[in-house]
């Protein structure tokens, strides 16, 4: 069990510039301080791309550009290189910030301008006049969902159904249908009229019930009457 403490920075230098100069192994530089020897390797990283300030605890999360983390994920993608390797030409302060944006875009999340956070971009209500105009572009642009959503700040998911539905129904099918009956505007396809059909009848069904007992009633009140 490692120890929840902070080592103090000094002893962190010491540790580091020992282990990398091969006065200490990975092990041994590890048992000294009492930490995971993943956290050696960590500390090196971190000491190698930014020197000894780099140790040195910060009172601000530190801030990158949205351009600066898509370069990094981007670079994980090709596995070329490790999370520590990438955290190293980025100058990233710790590789749990990198896997953090990692999932953020395999997720296809999107990324603050300047931050060391990320967030999902949410879905926002649009005009039917500007889903047809994103997904015109979207298709011309060889389908870059993930470009289009950080430019006009939507979801992905908005991006990709917009699109499989131009595709499928044309612009009908950029239509915001949400909150209406079915069967109460025109079928965009057979699977629509089919479902149309269905729920008509079934209202037609509801309809012929609700009539059926309205006249059970209305007979029982003049059974009782006689």
């Known amino acids: 069990m490692y120890r929840n403490s902070k080592v103090d920075v000094f002893e962190k230098i010491r540790l580091v510039e020992a282990y990398l100069s091969g006065e200490l192994c ?28 780099g140790l040195a605890p910060t009172k601000r ?45 395999n997720s296809h999340g999107g990324f603050r301008k300047h931050s060391g956070g990320s967030y999902m971009i949410k879905k926002r209500d649009t005009t039917a006049a500007e889903r047809l105009s994103i997904t015109l572009e979207c298709i011309r ?35 915001d249908r949400r909150g209406r009956r079915a069967g109460t505007m025109p079928s965009r396809s057979p699977e629509e009229e089919l479902r149309d059909r269905i729920a008509q009848l079934e209202r037609e069904n509801l309809d012929l019930e609700m009539e059926n007992a309205l006249l059970k009633k209305v007979k029982e009140l003049e059974r009782r009457r006689r």
Do not use: M, P
């Open 141 to 175: 642009g060889n389908c870059n969902y993930a470009e289009i959503a950080h430019k006009y700040q939507v979801s992905y998911q908005q991006i990709y159904k917009w699109v499989k539905k131009y595709h499928a129904l044309g612009e009908a099918g950029l239509e």
């Open 61 to 105: 999360n530190r801030a990158y550009t949205k351009e600066v983390k898509l370069s990094a994920v981007l670079d994980y993608q090709t596995d070329r290189w490790t999370l520590l390797e990438i955290c190293e030409r980025y100058n990233i302060k710790s590789d749990r910030q990198l896997r953090t944006w990692i999932k953020v875009y």
């Open 26 to 53: 990975l092990a041994e530089a590890a048992r000294q301080c009492n930490v995971n020897y993943v956290t050696i390797k960590k500390w090196a990283s971190r000491y190698k791309s930014e020197g000894a300030s």
